[in-house]
């Protein structure tokens, strides 16, 4: 099977909600502000896979959503549109943050149009995100969505706190990765639930499988940096490195590496003292100690986790899709 093809397959069986969403994302971003309206193209141009979206989409679904054929702009439509503003605010501000020259294969706003604009375009998109909670009316829906927000904010500000810290735990790595991507990955599966006005347990179940299929896909993400090619990532191979991110394949190569990797590491990550030719060292070392590996591995318990939080609903097509998905998730390349 085509790694891609799960996520392909998903976006074909929500092709009307998707055609829906993605009006209302178009709709939401005019504004009588040039600026506002020429960066929001620009990311409307640069696409991306729309996951979280896909997943109020398919999570409303899956839950047995009914919609009224009339509506232009159903419920778990303007939820999606809701979650998918609220993600690429937290892209334009990360670019700000980390520097970031590319995103999803082409220029990121920031080094076109400058870190003020990408800043304060993000707050616009993240205003645009609550007025269509508040047009929702749900307080629970408000109170997901608002606490994941939070919740990535303090992921963002934790990993900043952990940056260049090679004594950084695996558990308090984790932490970063459920507040910085996990979150909102729950959160959109479980807005999509709540559309659908479901069980408890089907929500319940739904924010299990969210929260567990963002830990891997940041995992991987993790593992890319130091494996992708550049080209099919989209952005730079190796700025963790250069930021001196801890991930979970330096954590891997240097809880393995012998005294003398110790001191490259330590070099390099901590001390920030980095030269033209200590990134390829680097892979050298994370490909010696099979770090890429046991990335992918962990990124594999969690995939299953999410998997196995599906064996709530039965047997369908859409289920066998999030199944997919969570195996994809680990075996994408981009």
């Known amino acids: 099977m085509d790694k ?4 392909q397959k998903l976006l074909d069986y929500l092709a009307a909600d998707m055609a829906m969403c993605n009006h209302v994302i178009m709709d939401k971003m005019k504004s ?3 600026l506002v309206s020429q960066l929001a193209a620009h990311l409307i141009v640069a ?5 979280r979206p896909l997943l109020t989409l398919a999570s409303a679904h ?3 959503y009914e919609q009224d054929s009339n509506d232009l702009q159903p419920r778990h439509v303007r939820l999606a549109a809701c979650i998918e503003f609220l993600h690429t605010a937290t892209l334009l501000h990360d670019d700000v943050i980390d520097e970031s020259m590319l995103r999803r294969g082409t220029d990121s706003a920031n080094a076109i149009f400058g870190n003020s604009a ?4 993000g707050d616009f998109l993240f205003a645009r995100a609550f007025q269509l909670m508040t047009e929702d009316g749900s307080l629970k829906v408000m109170r997901i969505v608002s606490q994941a927000s939070a919740t990535i904010a303090e992921g963002e500000i934790l990993q900043m706190t952990m940056q260049n810290d ?9 932490e970063v990765v459920y507040g910085k991507t996990a979150a909102l990955f729950a959160a959109s599966c479980r807005v999509g639930a709540l559309a659908a006005e479901c069980k408890s347990q089907d929500e319940e179940a739904l924010d299990v499988y969210g929260t567990n299929l963002g830990m891997a896909f940041q995992l991987v993400d993790d593992a890319l940096d130091y494996s992708a090619d550049q080209e ?3 952005k ?3 700025d963790d490195f250069r930021e001196g991110k801890i991930t979970y394949p330096v954590l891997i190569a240097y809880e393995k590496a012998d005294a003398e990797e110790k001191k490259f590491w330590e070099r390099v990550i901590e001390k920030g003292e980095q030269n033209e030719e200590d990134l390829l060292h680097a892979f050298s070392l994370i490909r010696k100690h099979h770090a890429i590996e046991a990335t992918l591995q962990e990124a594999m318990v969690f995939a299953n986790k999410a998997c196995d939080a599906l064996a709530h609903f039965p047997e369908s097509e859409l289920r066998n899709l999030f199944q997919d998905i969570a195996k994809y998730t680990v075996n994408r390349h981009f």
């Open 166 to 174: 090679l004594s950084t735990s695996v558990s308090r790595y984790f």
């Open 62 to 64: 899956l839950c047995g």
């Open 232 to 234: 099919k990532l989209g």
């Open 236 to 238: 730079t191979v190796g």
């Open 4 to 7: 891609e093809e799960p996520l």
């Open 118 to 121: 990408s800043v304060l375009v």
């Open 47 to 51: 696409g991306g896979k729309r996951l």
């Open 32 to 34: 009588s502000v040039d």
